[in-house]
T-cell receptor
Framework: GIQVEQSPPDLILQEGANSTLRCNFS?????LQWFHQNPWGQLINLFY???GTKQNGRLSATTVATERYSLLYISSSQTTDSGVYFC???????????FGGGTRLMVKP | SAVISQKPSRDICQRGTSLTIQCQVD?????MFWYRQQPGQSLTLIAT?????????ESGFVIDKFPISRPNLTFSTLTVSNMSPEDSSIYLC??????????FGPGTRLLVL
């Protein structure tokens, strides 16, 4: 099946700093989503982005499908950004979303 | 978007018992998914549940251990049977809309003693 790798696995930031999270995948995809799992366990959709660039407030994402990676940018980080960020993909072979291992982010005040 | 609710939100169970988790969606969806998230780990798909047909299980998951019902287009249940401490996880229900964005319920936190 498709492999999804995220980096870095852990990240500590000072409030106000910017960061870039990366997601590499091993095959072509027709669906790529970024999620934020908050400290209470709730998964929040951030972006549906199988290709191209999207922005939503302080967050933006870019997927370069031909090179099989996606980036999530967090600018001016806040303590509420803390949690785990997951990248998930599915390809034409099936309907299941395959998740990466996640990036655990802690933003310190 | 989709609003998904799960019951119970959390439970503590004794080994050898079974727990049924309910998932309710505010709109009709064809495909519902059940995921497991073990402590500190990523999400793993247990099975895909389509209304009117048997659930499709992923490798490593079997119907006897995780029976699933899908009686209509807005509801599904997952049972965790004959539980052991290794079943302690968060169990999440998920749906996909318009073949694109996938949404997740709040999860059921299960602790097996």
């Amino acid at each position: 099946g498709i492999q999804v790798e995220q980096s870095p696995p852990d990240l500590i930031l000072q409030e106000g700093a910017n960061s870039t999270l990366r997601c590499n995948f091993s095959d072509s995809v027709n669906n790529l989503q970024w999620f934020h799992q908050n400290p209470w366990g709730q998964l929040i959709n951030l972006f549906y982005i199988p290709s191209g660039t999207k922005q939503n407030g302080r967050l933006s994402a870019t997927t370069v499908a031909t090179e099989r990676y996606s980036l999530l940018y967090i600018s001016s980080s806040q303590t509420t950004d803390s949690g785990v960020y997951f990248c998930a993909v599915n390809n034409n072979a099936g309907n299941m979303l395959t998740f990466g291992g996640g990036t655990r982010l802690m933003v310190k005040p | 978007s989709a609003v998904i609710s799960q019951k119970p939100s959390r439970d503590i169970c004794q080994r050898g018992t079974s727990l049924t988790i309910q998932c309710q969606v505010d709109s009709q969806v064809t495909m519902m998914f059940w995921y497991r998230q073990q402590p500190g780990q990523s999400l793993t798909l247990i099975a895909t549940a389509n209304q009117g047909s048997e659930a499709t299980y992923e490798s490593g998951f079997v119907i006897d251990k995780f029976p699933i019902s899908r009686p209509n287009l807005t509801f599904s249940t997952l049972t965790v049977s004959n539980m052991s401490p290794e079943d302690s996880s968060i169990y999440l229900c998920s749906v996909r809309l318009f073949q694109e964005t996938q949404y997740f319920g709040p999860g059921t936190r299960l602790l097996v003693l």
